[in-house]
């Protein structure tokens, strides 16, 4: 994943683990904000194809003792993948 920046600037790259670290961290706060009794059990960040990529969280339900899992696809920005057409 990249980060288009203006006027030509080097544009930031995320690895796996900044991709595992971001969604952790928006999903904890999600969790949190709603009261919901769930910690992560588990992250992985795959690549889906060209510029894609796949984030899947698993999570335990503290309360019913039971795991869950939420996917987020992440795509190419919407000008690179017109420009791929």
């Known amino acids: 994943m990249d980060q288009t920046k203006p006027h030509g600037e080097q544009a930031r790259q995320f690895t796996r ?3 595992s670290r971001i969604a952790a961290s928006t999903v904890n706060a999600v969790l949190e904000k709603l009261a ?4 992560i059990e588990g992250i992985a960040v ?3 194809g ?7 969280v698993v999570m335990r339900d503290l309360s019913a003792d039971d795991t869950w899992a ?3 696809t992440i795509p190419l920005p919407k000008e690179e993948a017109d420009g791929r057409e």
């Not at 919901?36 to 910690?39: K, S, T």
């Not at 060209?50 to 899947?56: A, I, N, S, T």
């Open 36 to 39: 919901i009794r769930q910690i």
């Open 17 to 19: 683990d900044d991709c």
């Open 70 to 72: 939420v996917t987020v």
């Open 46 to 48: 795959f690549p889906a």
């Open 50 to 56: 060209e510029g894609v990529v796949l984030v899947d």
